[in-house]
Structure formats: structure tokens, C-alpha cells
């Protein structure tokens, strides 16, 4: 191999990419705005809609309950729900969104309870509605209180204190460090972006390299000069992975800093129960993260040019790489999956070891043995789909295929 | 000098089988000199001179170009030989001069050396106005013009000629003739593939018939009439590839 016919290749591969207009997009504006606009704008969203369904006043409508009448009318009190009239169809108006929950009285209920009868309240709601769910919590909430109170009087008649019913309580107490708890929350979802703005920057250099060379007629004019074709493949393959480090990285600066800005902001404390976004990403796991990326965006590098490099035309290899996008998608997406942990055999599966290995990164725990394991095992894929590439590149057949 | 011994190429269809696109052809040019290989599309035109230019790689025999195997030493014989032809397009996003230059690094010149080549071709081409214009940007005749200058950053000794005139309007298409002739003045061996006869008529020194991817016969014009009797090159050209046709006729 010739070091110098690399770099003129290289250098050059490097000019034409900079001056296309595609290569901005996918890999400098994509990365930098879309992710945090993206995620800033879906959190303020929620924050918002969830906001507005907890200020609203749930219509709810009771069923039955004519026979308590003090049940009824403590019902009626409260400001938190409105409670509309007996509708005989209010299974359609709780699918229509007219009321949000009903609840239903069974008959005699006060009378039950003083006897030893233990009758049940019936809450109707539409699961999955958001609002339907708030309505239901709240009258289950007064329910609650309510039964409280008739345990409390029904032990005050038998001269007994409260703490009958509690003779000890419990508490959970966390001692996870704050950035492992939103880490386990976030982490996965930084370890899945990494990967797929890995394959996003590396797929259109790939094409425009590849397919494209062919599509633009300079395929054979750069076959008739003198550089060696390993040579012309090490070269295009560098840029190819320097385009699939650079979005990588400056997905994780934005990402850094459109949490900083998140963090900073009341908007995500306010409503959210006291939950913080504001993730503390130490330097140390950015760049082990950024480390692990490194075999991944090689892999996808010489995966994504070897297949770009079977089509005639820039059309065909997006059809060619569609289907392989999914292929690269679904392992990172089953790592966010909750539950699923890193052992020694998803270890060897790539894509998702790198995923799962990023999540642990960012929660803070380093286990050297997998994450040795998981380089290694990327390297030598990567390695793998390099000699393809470089294999495929000296086969006529698919150079001038026709 | 090219020297083409036996250069045969087999292709496998899926649907057609093998399809021997080169058979057995063997041929000499020699340097100032301009040798014609003549035949209709799909004769084989094409694939010989990628063979000679070792884009493609012979199934069967070899070419020895300026003493370099084809098979053995591809890249001494490419450091050696200028290909020009419609399909050897520029990069869209280079300029002119870019790319040029891009040729020049590649066959190993050095910065100074390259900086003086650019300004002898440029002054040589005229193609001063447009050499900071990005090759996207050039009319078809700049683009030729371009095509000759990477063709020549390194002065081979060989010159390949690919249908250079397919799809070019008259005057473009003598910018590319009046180049080739200069090729020879020069002392360059000089082969180039066409299945325009008026063409041939003018350029070639030697002609070569090629169909059905074998050399059918070889000579200079004046051998090929006395040969065949016609005068118009079509006639031979129709002679000598349809004998059995024409037999039928008769």
C-alpha cells in the first residue's frame, strides 16, 4: 500500500465532499439541529399536553348510588372532578371523550358498610387516554380517602388506635447516584443516536463514492490512472469513516449541550414530580462512548461502501441500503427495550453490544471485561467488512456492471 | 509500443451464457503511429482497450505496453498510457485545474513539476478563462479540453482513444482529432477505437477490423483496398465482416 496515493485520494474525496450540498445536510445540520430540536421540542410537548390534561376538570358521572346519599353529596363536593348527569349511554361518552370516567355505586353501599358486606366501587375508563386515566386516578383518589375515613371511624368505635391497621411503615430510599438514575433513563437513548448518525453520516459519502462514481462516468477515469485499486478503496474508505465519525461527533455535542440547556430549563421540573432531566454526562463517559462508536462507525464504513458499490446508480443503492438501515436500526432499538442487559453473548452481537455497552458507560458502571470483549468483536467485524470491500473492488463484474 | 498477444475476454450471462467478448486478438502499434481498430458496436472495441488500459484483466493472453506486462505489472503499464473516452467523465466537484492536478499527484509528479505542467497545458489548451470553474459548470468542449489536459499532466508515451468522438458536435469532435494527430506528431504510439469510416479515412495509419471480438484483418488502407478490391472502406468493411452473407448473394 501506497501512503501518499491514500492521502491524494483521500484529500481529494475530502474537497468533493465538502463542496456537496447533501453531505451539509446529513451530516453538519441533521446531527447539530434536528436531534435537539427534535428532542427539545417533543419534551416541551409532553410537558405541555400533560399540563393541560392535569388542569382539566374531569367530567365524571356516577352510576347508581341513589341509596348513599352522603357518599353522593361528598362526591358533588369536590372541586377537582365535575360530575354530570345519569346518561344511559356513558360507555359511548367515555369513547367519544364527553366525560372521562364513570363510577359506578353499587346498590345499598352505605348500607354495607355497617355490616361486615364488602362491596366493590366500579371505576370505568378508557385505557390509554390520558385524560380519561387523570379522571379515574382522582375519583379512585377520593375513594381511597374515603376509606380511610371509615376505617378510622370504625376503629375509633372500637377504641382502637390507627396504628393498628399500620403497625410498621416502609420507604424506599435510593442510593443510586443522581446521573445513574437519569443515565439509566438517557443513557440509552444517547448510545442509540451515536449508532444511528454513525450510519446516517457514512451512508451517503458510501453511495456518492460507490454508485455514484459510476453513475457520474469517473469510475473509468479513475481506474485508468496509476494508483493501485487497493489504494483507491483505503483512501475512499477513509472519508467514508471520517464522515461517520464527524456527524457521530457532533451528535454528541449537541446532544451534550441541548441537555445542558434542557437541565437549566424549569420547564421539565415543574410538572414531572420532582423528575430532573438534567443529565451530568462526565468528559470520562463521552469519550468511552465516543471510543466504542469508533470499530461501530468502521463496521458501517465498509458494510455500507461494499453494498453501495453493487449499484449502477445512486437510486439503486438507496434502494440496496434502505432495507439495511432496518438491519442497523432494530438491534439498537431492542437495547433501549428496557430489561434487556448486557451478557456474554448479546456481547458478540454487534450493533447492539455497542448500544447496550454505551448505556452502562453513561450510568457510570465500566465492566472492562465486556467492553474489551465488545471492541474486539467490532474491530474484527470491521476488519472483515473491509477485506470485503476491498475484494469487491477488484471484482469487474460488479465495477462495470451492466 | 503496444504489443497485444492473443488478448482474449470471456464474460458469464446468467441468461446467455459465455460470451467471449475478445477472441484471440493480437495486433502491433507502433509509436508514431496511429493505429484504428474499426468494428460496430459490441464487436469488441471497447473491451480490448480497457484490457490495454488494464481496467479490465484478460481471460486469456496479454499486451505488453512500453516493456509492461498488462497481467503482471498493471500499474507501471497505467503510469504509462493515456485513456481518454466518452465515458471518462471529470468530477463534478473539482475544478478544472483541480483536477488536473488530481491526475498529476496520482501518476507521482511533484508539486513544482505539476505547477509547470498545468501552466504549459493551460497556455497549450487555451483553458485559461475556465480553470477555476467547476467541471459541472463547463460547456461540452471545455470539458474535452479538460479530459486532453489530465490525458497529458504526464506525458505518456501511449495514448488510448476510446470512441473519443461519440456524441460530440463537429467542432468539439475536431478539437478531439486535431489532438490525436498531434499525439503522433509527437512520436506517441496511438490507438483508437471508432465505427465512424470517414474517421479512419483520415487518422489511421493502420487499420484493424474487429467483429464478433476477433481481428478479422489488419493493414493500412491502401493494403486493405488492394486487398479486397473496393475502394470505400464501408465496402470492405461490409466485405470483410458479412463474407458469408455476401457468398450468399453472389
Known amino acids: 500500500m501506497n501512503l501518499s496515493a491514500v492521502g491524494i485520494v483521500y484529500r481529494k474525496e475530502f474537497r468533493e465532499w465538502v463542496r456537496d450540498r447533501r453531505t451539509l445536510i446529513s451530516t453538519v445540520l441533521v446531527p447539530l439541529f434536528l436531534?435537539?430540536?427534535?428532542?427539545?421540542?417533543?419534551?416541551?410537548?409532553?410537558?405541555?399536553?400533560?399540563?393541560?390534561?392535569?388542569?382539566?376538570?374531569?367530567?365524571?358521572?356516577?352510576?347508581?348510588?341513589?341509596?348513599?346519599?352522603?357518599?353522593?353529596?361528598?362526591?358533588?363536593?369536590?372541586?377537582?372532578?365535575?360530575?354530570?348527569?345519569?346518561?344511559?349511554?356513558?360507555?359511548?361518552?367515555?369513547?367519544?371523550?364527553?366525560?372521562?370516567?364513570?363510577v359506578e355505586i353499587p346498590k345499598n353501599f352505605e348500607k354495607s358498610l355497617t355490616t361486615s358486606n364488602s362491596e366493590?366501587?366500579?371505576?370505568?375508563?378508557?385505557?390509554?387516554?390520558?385524560?380519561?386515566?387523570?379522571?379515574?386516578?382522582?375519583?379512585?383518589?377520593?375513594?381511597?380517602?374515603?376509606?380511610?375515613?371509615?376505617?378510622?371511624?370504625?376503629?375509633?368505635?372500637?377504641?382502637?388506635?390507627?396504628?393498628?391497621?399500620?403497625?410498621?411503615?416502609?420507604?424506599?430510599?435510593?442510593?443510586?447516584?443522581?446521573?445513574?438514575?437519569?443515565?439509566?433513563?438517557?443513557?440509552?437513548?444517547?448510545g442509540y443516536t451515536v449508532i444511528i448518525l454513525c450510519m446516517t453520516g457514512a451512508m451517503y459519502p458510501a453511495i456518492d463514492l460507490t454508485a455514484g462514481e459510476k453513475e457520474r462516468g469517473t469510475m473509468e477515469t479513475i481506474l485508468s490512472s496509476p494508483i493501485s485499486r487497493l489504494d483507491l478503496v483505503c483512501g475512499k474508505f477513509l472519508l467514508v469513516f471520517s464522515a461517520s465519525l464527524a456527524t457521530a461527533i457532533l451528535s454528541v455535542i449537541s446532544m451534550g449541550g441541548s441537555f445542558a440547556i434542557l437541565g437549566h430549563t424549569s420547564l421539565m421540573n415543574s410538572s414531572s414530580g420532582g423528575q430532573t432531566l438534567a443529565l451530568n454526562l462526565g468528559l470520562l463517559s463521552i469519550v468511552a462512548v465516543f471510543l466504542m462508536a469508533l470499530p461501530l462507525a468502521f463496521l458501517f464504513s465498509a458494510v455500507l461502501m461494499t453494498i453501495a458499490l453493487f449499484a449502477k446508480s445512486y437510486k439503486e443503492a438507496q434502494s440496496y441500503l434502505t432495507p439495511m438501515t432496518f438491519l442497523i436500526v432494530i438491534p439498537a432499538v431492542a437495547s433501549v427495550m428496557p430489561g434487556v442487559e448486557l451478557t456474554p453473548k448479546l456481547a458478540l452481537i454487534p450493533i447492539l453490544n455497542t448500544s447496550l455497552v454505551c448505556k452502562e458507560i453513561i450510568t457510570g458502571t465500566y465492566h472492562w471485561n465486556s467492553i474489551a470483549l465488545i471492541f474486539v468483536s467490532t474491530c474484527v467485524y470491521a476488519g472483515v467488512a473491509l477485506f470485503l470491500a476491498f475484494k469487491t473492488f477488484q471484482r469487474e463484474s460488479v465495477l462495470f456492471r451492466s | 509500443?503496444?504489443?497485444?498477444?492473443?488478448?482474449?475476454?470471456?464474460?458469464?450471462?446468467?441468461?446467455?451464457?459465455?460470451?467471449?467478448?475478445?477472441?484471440?486478438?493480437?495486433?502491433?502499434?507502433?509509436?508514431?503511429?496511429?493505429?484504428?481498430?474499426?468494428?460496430?458496436?459490441?464487436?469488441?472495441?471497447?473491451?480490448?482497450?480497457?484490457?490495454?488500459?488494464?481496467?479490465?484483466?484478460?481471460?486469456?493472453?496479454?499486451?505488453?505496453?512500453?516493456?509492461?506486462?498488462?497481467?503482471?505489472?498493471?500499474?507501471?503499464?497505467?503510469?504509462?498510457?493515456?485513456?481518454?473516452?466518452?465515458?471518462?467523465?471529470?468530477?463534478?466537484?473539482?475544478?478544472?485545474?483541480?483536477?488536473?492536478?488530481?491526475?498529476?499527484?496520482?501518476?507521482?509528479?511533484?508539486?513544482?513539476?505539476?505547477?509547470?505542467?498545468?501552466?504549459?497545458?493551460?497556455?497549450?489548451?487555451?483553458?485559461?478563462?475556465?480553470?477555476?470553474?467547476?467541471?459541472?459548470?463547463?460547456?461540452?468542449?471545455?470539458?474535452?479540453?479538460?479530459?486532453?489536459?489530465?490525458?497529458?499532466?504526464?506525458?505518456?508515451?501511449?495514448?488510448?482513444?476510446?470512441?473519443?468522438?461519440?456524441?460530440?458536435?463537429?467542432?468539439?469532435?475536431?478539437?478531439?482529432?486535431?489532438?490525436?494527430?498531434?499525439?503522433?506528431?509527437?512520436?506517441?504510439?496511438?490507438?483508437?477505437?471508432?465505427?465512424?469510416?470517414?474517421?479512419?479515412?483520415?487518422?489511421?495509419?493502420?487499420?484493424?477490423?474487429?467483429?464478433?471480438?476477433?481481428?478479422?484483418?489488419?493493414?493500412?488502407?491502401?493494403?486493405?483496398?488492394?486487398?479486397y478490391g473496393e475502394q470505400d472502406l464501408e465496402e470492405i468493411f461490409v466485405k470483410i465482416v458479412t463474407p458469408l452473407q455476401s457468398q450468399v448473394e453472389v
Not at chain 2, 106 to 130: C, H, P, Q
Not at chain 2, 187 to 209: N, Q, W
Not at chain 2, 222 to 227: A, D, G, N, S
Open chain 1, 35 to 102: 436531534f435537539p430540536v427534535m428532542m427539545v421540542g417533543f419534551s416541551a410537548l409532553a410537558v405541555v399536553m400533560v399540563g393541560k390534561a392535569e388542569k382539566e376538570t374531569p367530567k365524571i358521572m356516577v352510576l347508581g348510588g341513589e341509596d348513599s346519599p352522603q357518599l353522593l353529596a361528598s362526591i358533588r363536593k369536590l372541586d377537582s372532578l365535575e360530575i354530570v348527569p345519569y346518561a344511559g349511554n356513558w360507555k359511548d361518552q367515555i369513547s367519544n371523550k364527553d366525560i372521562r370516567a364513570a
Open chain 1, 120 to 190: 366493590s366501587v366500579k371505576i370505568y375508563f378508557y385505557d390509554g387516554e390520558m385524560k380519561s386515566s387523570f379522571g379515574a386516578n382522582r375519583i379512585e383518589k377520593f375513594l381511597k380517602d374515603y376509606r380511610d375515613a371509615v376505617v378510622k371511624d370504625r376503629l375509633a368505635a372500637k377504641n382502637l388506635p390507627a396504628s393498628v391497621l399500620a403497625p410498621f411503615s416502609i420507604k424506599q430510599e435510593n442510593v443510586a447516584p443522581p446521573e445513574k438514575v437519569s443515565g439509566a433513563t438517557f443513557g440509552s437513548f444517547i
Open chain 2, 1 to 227: 509500443m503496444i504489443e497485444a498477444r492473443g488478448l482474449s475476454k470471456r464474460f458469464h450471462d446468467k441468461k446467455r451464457g459465455e460470451i467471449r467478448a475478445v477472441d484471440n486478438v493480437s495486433f502491433r502499434c507502433e509509436p508514431g503511429r496511429i493505429y484504428g481498430l474499426l468494428g460496430a458496436n459490441g464487436a469488441g472495441k471497447t473491451t480490448t482497450l480497457r484490457m490495454l488500459a488494464t481496467i479490465l484483466e484478460p481471460t486469456d493472453g496479454t499486451a505488453v505496453i512500453c516493456g509492461y506486462d498488462v497481467v503482471e505489472d498493471p500499474e507501471k503499464v497505467r503510469a504509462n498510457v493515456g485513456f481518454l473516452s466518452t465515458a471518462t467523465a471529470l468530477y463534478p466537484r473539482l475544478t478544472a485545474q483541480e483536477l488536473v492536478e488530481y491526475f498529476g499527484r496520482l501518476n507521482g509528479l511533484d508539486e513544482a513539476t505539476l505547477k509547470k505542467r498545468l501552466d504549459v497545458i493551460f497556455n497549450r489548451l487555451d483553458m485559461n478563462s475556465f480553470r477555476d470553474r467547476r467541471c459541472d459548470k463547463l460547456s461540452t468542449g471545455m470539458k474535452q479540453k479538460t479530459s486532453i489536459a489530465r490525458t497529458l499532466v504526464n506525458d505518456p508515451p501511449v495514448m488510448i482513444f476510446d470512441e473519443p468522438t461519440l456524441g460530440l458536435d463537429i467542432m468539439t469532435a475536431r478539437t478531439i482529432t486535431a489532438f490525436i494527430r498531434e499525439c503522433r506528431d509527437r512520436g506517441k504510439t496511438v490507438i483508437f477505437s471508432t465505427h465512424i469510416m470517414s474517421e479512419v479515412e483520415k487518422l489511421c495509419d493502420v487499420i484493424g477490423i474487429i467483429h464478433d471480438g476477433k481481428l478479422l484483418t489488419e493493414g493500412t488502407l491502401t493494403e486493405l483496398r488492394e486487398k
